[in-house]
């Protein structure tokens, strides 16, 4: 959201102003210390930027899976399961984005998701 901000060359507080949020709001979005926005703030954002169909889509996508702080249950889950989750929580910032990416694309082949 933020390339997009700059790009369209206005501040976080005329953004916030112009959709009706606080400047505040948007800079913790901005900086990942907030989690997943409303569907209704993606939609002021999308209609802000005039973001269209499949770009649209993508950027709800990623708003959906931008949460910073997430925590995995494993309580009902396998001994395996367990023990990817410490052991990615442990090791997730020793990795490089291709590495992130490639495990991500990894993860979501084995568990047959588009």
Not at 31 to 55: A, K, M, T
Not at 106 to 111: E, F, R, S, V
């Amino acid at each position: 959201m933020r390339e997009l901000r700059e790009a369209k060359g206005v501040n976080q507080k005329q953004m916030a102003n112009d959709i009706g949020v606080s400047a505040a709001y948007l800079s913790a979005l901005e900086h990942g210390h907030r989690g997943v926005p409303s569907w209704h703030f993606l939609q002021r954002v999308i209609g802000y930027f005039n973001i269209i169909w499949d770009e649209a889509e993508e950027f709800q996508r990623l708003a959906a899976t931008s949460d910073a702080r997430v925590m995995v249950d494993t309580v009902e889950l396998s001994v395996e399961a367990t023990i990817l989750a410490n052991t990615l929580a442990e090791q997730i910032e020793k990795l490089s984005p291709s590495d992130c990416m490639e495990l991500d694309a990894l993860i979501k082949l084995k568990a047959k998701i588009p």
